[in-house]
């Protein structure tokens, strides 16, 4: 049984908490202060007790603890609640008339077509129904009888061969074809055109400088042109990254001697520069093929796909595989290739029915492998004593346990390993010793910087590239060689390469730098394949990487480091050897290597797969699970339920798993289906610019960069532009604002740097507000596709509002503070118990909050569970957030509750007029969903609306505050995990 969590109206005794949690005396009650040192959970129970006795104990507890709280009631105030009777009353109705409750035609015999038969036939309903009750082989025979999409023009053949023909004689051409002669792709050219001619799908391995991604689609290209195709040739070729869609089409439309967007181009999110409509390449991101899809499924207007980089097994290329296989049977005309590293490619060959392969060999220099035995002799190092078991064993049993598990699987390969070495007599004893040692298996910056230190002093010039697995473990290192002294400014460079920092100087990072200087790079795995540092001779690998993974069992994203496969440990020792022979130190053992696996697990087998589900429904794919089960690697039953029963709660699909009218809307934003759901409702209550500011941001990427060694200014300024909302979401929405201001004004660049933001993020969140502007206003949920619109910002100012938006979208993502101690802010939540809000928020370690709940975007399992970007926000949002609510009565006082652990004493007409208004919401929500149009401000509309923003911006004496009883909540949950 959870404990009623309570707010309330200046009625019974008002208790408050200090800083650390704890219950105070209230100056009015006159109660006596409630002290965590005494029994309880905060200081533990009566010892003496045993068995039953404990139990009664806690029952006991908890009973004296509500009886406390019986009087803290919500009771809306008189004018709002009169106020809300006026607008219910005239509701009644209201939208049962705007509906078509004309009897169902005779000829309408679809079960779909009856559940949508009160729709008024329109457009909308027309479309939404053809794509519910349709399917994808349908689609695909029905656009194969229709005429291709590509149609012969003879006289277009002509002249694009005439001009490829006069092209071949120019300075430009011939120069560039020096170089393309020189790659060892061309060697392969006329095999790989044979190998296309005669079949329909094949696979294309190719190690790293090989150049099979800029040359085999100019190979198809040209050889269409010269045999006379060149008017039916439109070839797509996909990238994993947007960066790379657009440097290799660059690059493509430099070997031809053209200016992007003539034969060559890019279509990105946001940006496009887009090839004519025949002859042509067109390099895409692998989202962008599958938008693409939802318009022409049976890619009628291709004559080639080609997926590019997919070794990297990402969700979007896995699913265009799955796709493309249902497509080929019914367009035998259509070629598709697969270009994969030569990490797994036998596997993508295997999913096609053995189709045919091709090696492309590689063109760097050698790279030679030491390992951690090797590092250790050079360096001398030495590892920490392993520790014996704590004092307090009991305390930490788990934790001991674990790091004995942990013990003795090192030793099952340590130990063979090292007697191996003994008889070969490779190793000193010194170097057998420390492999012995538990705390080798440990990532050691201390020896990172001692193996820098060495390559720095016996080693050849050329750049260090060191690869670690966070954002912290590169500042703790960048720290280190700072305070050592030992790496002057006019003899090295070190950059620091995450994500999450900000855009360093490309010129400078790609640049070798001046004779005498030597580059060190400390980088996370974005530097395996997603940049090439040309000049890098040496690579520090300390085999260990963070892997995005989603644990189906606690439903929590998880962000820990683990092993590198033997797949990113090769991209790695790639990285080297470009410009002249090599080194790549693994600080790993030979004996540990033996252990990784080959290759690094799917992203479609340890990400969410809300999206996935949208986009299987929104191509007419049928059931979710039955086309999860036909991929290369099926994801877990559970991850797919998981996230079912997420889009269930979103009311985006029904009970029988088909799109419902908002799901539709959801499935043709390019967001997660949370942050689209974000955007629907902020035009609809006209509050534009700041929720689609922080939709944005919560999609693409966070703008607010640490700087090294400034992690608390940054901290700081983020807090200023939060104004007192105690909100990441409001300070994302604030920066955005401020910087499109600066950037009128022409001093954005300032603006940036004052605030520790990334000025290309924040130039590429403001293009997306602008795409998701346009969106709504093709869907008619706002009247311009300008999104700064008046009238569709008439409430932006209204900070309550924006977060009682941004808690619906997120919704039931939501915690509650229980103390603030100096090491963060600790919070709890009915699935996880104690959660810690993440350092990088606004509301870590914040002293005095206006509430005691928190929502939330993500929450991720690392050093500890974590929450990001959040946002404060009070009972009342709550209440709007939620989407279903009951009052319930319990020994004579009613509660309204929202789930089984969000309860809140209510008085029963406050409830009553809450519940109405509720319902009243979800009628108008509903209508509007299925009638897309703007909001009548001067109407029903806006008189409804107006009464919900008044409840969700009640704050202070009218609705004051109970922050619910933690430990007894957490208290119950430990039990029922117990039993």
Known sequence: ?????????????????????????????????????????????????????????????????????????????????????????????????????EEQAESTNSRLENKYTHIHDSQFKRKFLNIVSGNIQENISKAVLLKSGIERNSSLDDQLLDEYKSKESTGEYESMMKFRLKLPAYEKRSEILELIKENQVAVISGETGCGKTTQVPQFILDDQIEQGNGSIARIICTQPRRISAISVAERVAAERAERLGKSVGFHIRLEKVLPRDRGSITFCTAGMLLQFMQSDPSLKNCSHIILDEIHERTTESDFIIALLKLIIPKRPDLKVLLMSATLNSESFSKYYNDCPMIHIPGFTYPVEELYLEDVLLLTKFKFPEPSSAPQNYKKHLKKYKQTQRDNDEFSDFIHPYTRQLIAEQKFPKSVIEQLRNPNSEKMSLNLIEELIRHICVTKTPGAILVFLPGMMDIIKLHTLMADSGRYPQSKYIIYPLHSRMPTVDQKLIFKEPPEGVRKIIIATSIAETSITIEDVVYVIDCGRTKFLKFDVVRNIETL?????????????????????????????????????????????????????????????????????????????????????????????????????????????????PRTGKMIIWAALFSCVEPVFAIAASLTFKDAFYCPLGKEEQAKQKKL??????????????????????????????????????????????????????????????????????????????????????????????????????????????????????????????????????????????????????????????????????????????????????????????????????????????????????????NGHEGNLLNAIIDLVCQKGVEMGFSEPDVEECEDNFYDSRRT
């Open 720 to 937: 200023e532009l939060s104004m007192n909302q105690y909100s990441d979401h409001i300070a994302l929405a604030e920066a955005l604002r401020r910087f499109e201001t600066s950037y009128k004004r022409g001093n954005a660049g300032y603006f940036c740097r004052e605030y520790f933001l990334s000025f290309n993020t924040l130039k590429l969140l403001s293009e997306m507000k602008t795409q998701f502007a346009q969106h709504l206003y093709q869907m008619k949920f706002l009247e311009t596709a300008n999104s700064n619109e008046r009238n569709a910002n008439r409430n932006s100012d209204n900070d309550a509002l924006v977060k009682a938006i941004v808690c619906a979208g997120l919704y039931p993502n939501v915690a509650v503070i229980r103390r603030v101690t100096k090491n963060g802010t600790h919070a709890w939540t009915p699935e996880d118990g104690k959660v810690v809000i993440h350092p990088s928020s606004v509301n870590d370690k914040i002293k005095d909050y206006s509430s005691p709940y928190i929502t939330y975007f993500t929450k991720q399992r690392s050093t500890a569970t974590y929450l990001h970007d959040t946002s404060c926000v009070t009972a009342p949002i709550l209440l709007f957030a939620a989407p279903n609510m009951c009052i319930k009565k319990e020994k004579g006082n009613y509660f309204i509750s929202l789930t089984s652990s969000q309860k809140f004493v209510c008085d029963l007409r406050t409830a009553q007029l809450i519940q109405k208004l509720q319902e009243e919401l979800n009628n108008m929500l509903e209508y509007k969903v299925m009638h897309p149009g703007t909001v009548t401000w």
């Open 560 to 672: 820990l480091p683990e092993w590198v496969s033997l797949a990113n440990a090769k991209q790695r020792r790639g990285r080297a050897g470009r410009v002249k022979p090599g080194i790549c130190y693994h600080l790993y053992s030979k004996a540990r290597e033996m252990t990784l696996e080959q290759y690094p697990l799917p992203e479609m087998l340890r990400t969410r797969l809300d999206n996935v589900i949208l986009q299987i429904k929104i191509l007419q794919l049928g059931k979710a699970r039955s086309f999860l089960a036909s991929v290369m690697d099926p994801p877990n039953t559970k991850a797919i339920d998981l996230s079912l029963e997420l889009l269930g709660s979103l009311n985006a699909l029904d009970n029988e798993e088909n799109l419902t009218p908002l799901g539709y809307h959801l499935a043709q934003l390019p967001l997660d």
């Open 1 to 101: 049984m959870s404990h009623p969590y309570g707010m309330f109206s200046g009625q019974g005794n008002h208790q408050r908490r200090n800083k650390y949690g704890d219950r105070v005396e209230n100056s009015q009650s006159g109660s006596s202060r409630f002290e965590h040192e005494g029994h309880g959970r905060g200081g533990g129970r009566p010892p003496w007790l045993k068995g039953k006795e404990i139990g009664l104990y806690y029952r006991d507890r908890g009973k004296t603890k509500r009886m406390e709280k019986e009087t803290q009631i919500i009771k809306l105030p008189e004018n709002m609640q009169r106020n809300i009777d006026r607008v219910l009353e005239k509701s009644k109705g209201f939208y049962d008339k705007l509906y078509n409750n």
